[in-house]
C-alpha cells in the first residue's frame, strides 16, 4: 500500500482498517495490484455474475458501476461489513413476475423509460425467492417514487401483466440487507467518499472481449431463457418455440383411476 493510500484508507468499518483489509485481500490473491497500482479481483466463477447473461438490459444516460461498488469494494474492500457510499443514493423500482411471457412484457415497459433497468430469471439466484425480476434504477428515492405511479398505471393496464403483478421501491442490493440488516438502518462514514473515488481511479473491471456479435448473444439469451422456463415449469416459452415442446414428454405407466361411482 502507498504513502497515499494508507492515509485516504486510514479508518475503521467492522471494526477492521480498510487498509489493511485491501492490503489482506491482495496478499490472499483474490484482489490482484498490478505493477503499474492497478487493482482488479479474481470473480468467483460461481457468483452471481454469470447468470446475469441471461439478463436482458438497457443502459441510461448515468453510468452504474455495481460490479466496483458490490463485488469488489462491498465483498473485497469492506469484507462485508459496511455498504459503500456509493450505494447511498441507489433506489430500484423491482416487477416481480411469474412467467417468461410477463417479464418481458415488464422488460419492454423499463425499456420505454430513461433509466437504466434489467430483466431476468431469479429460479438460480439464492437470495431471491422470485421466478423473473425487471428492475429500472434510480438516483435517490424522489426519483424512484416520481417514476412509480406512471409504471404502475402501465402494469395494470397490460394483458400480460395487470394489478396483481407486485411492483415495489427497494434500496440498494438484496445481498447487504441478508449481510447488514434493515436498508433503511445503513450509516455511512464521511470518509468512505474520498476511499471510494481513490480506488475507483486505480480500479480496473477487466471485462472479456466480445467473441460474438449482439444480435447472436440475444438469440443465445432467448435460447438460455426458454431452458430456464421449461425447467420451472413455465409453459410461456412456447411463445418462442411455436407453441411446441422443448422436449418431448416421457412415456408413463400409471395405471388410470377407476371411475367414481355414481
Not at 505493477?35 to 447468470?51: E, H, I, M, S, V
Not at 439478463?55 to 474492500?77: I, T
Not at 423500482?93 to 412467467?99: A, C, G, K, M, P
Not at 438469440?219 to 418431448?248: C, H, N, S, V
Request: with cysteine.
Amino acid at each position: 500500500m502507498t504513502d497515499d493510500s494508507k492515509s485516504v484508507l486510514d479508518f475503521e468499518v467492522g471494526g477492521r482498517n480498510v487498509g489493511e483489509t485491501l492490503d489482506e485481500a491482495i496478499r490472499r490473491g483474490s484482489v490482484v495490484e498490478r505493477p503499474d497500482g492497478r487493482l482488479t479481483f479474481r470473480r468467483d466463477p460461481q457468483a452471481r455474475g454469470p447468470r446475469d447473461n441471461n439478463f436482458v438490459s438497457k443502459r441510461g444516460p448515468r453510468p452504474r458501476r455495481c460490479v466496483y461498488l458490490n463485488q469488489f469494494l462491498f465483498k473485497q474492500v469492506y469484507a462485508e461489513a459496511q455498504v459503500p457510499f456509493g450505494c447511498h443514493d441507489c433506489y430500484k423500482i423491482r416487477i416481480v413476475t411469474r412467467s417468461l411471457r410477463a417479464m418481458l412484457a415488464a422488460q419492454a415497459i423499463a425499456a420505454a423509460t430513461d433509466f437504466s433497468c434489467k430483466s431476468g430469471p431469479e429460479a438460480d439466484n439464492p437470495e431471491n425467492p422470485h421466478l423473473y425480476c425487471t428492475y429500472i434504477y434510480f438516483y435517490g428515492l424522489d426519483e424512484a417514487r416520481g417514476a412509480y405511479a406512471g409504471l404502475r398505471e402501465q402494469l395494470d393496464a397490460h394483458p400480460d401483466l395487470g394489478p396483481d403483478v407486485v411492483m415495489v421501491i427497494k434500496r440498494g442490493c438484496t445481498n447487504y440487507e441478508h449481510k447488514l440488516g434493515p436498508s433503511d438502518r445503513y450509516t455511512f462514514d464521511p470518509r468512505q467518499e474520498a476511499a471510494e473515488a481513490y480506488l475507483l481511479a486505480r480500479f480496473d473491471e477487466e471485462r472479456p472481449p466480445r467473441v460474438i456479435s449482439k444480435a447472436v448473444e440475444a438469440q443465445l439469451r432467448l435460447m438460455r431463457l426458454t431452458r430456464i422456463a421449461y425447467r420451472i415449469g413455465d409453459e410461456t416459452y412456447k411463445d418462442f418455440t411455436d407453441g411446441k415442446p422443448l422436449l418431448p414428454a416421457a412415456v408413463t405407466y400409471a395405471p388410470e383411476e377407476p371411475a367414481a361411482k355414481t
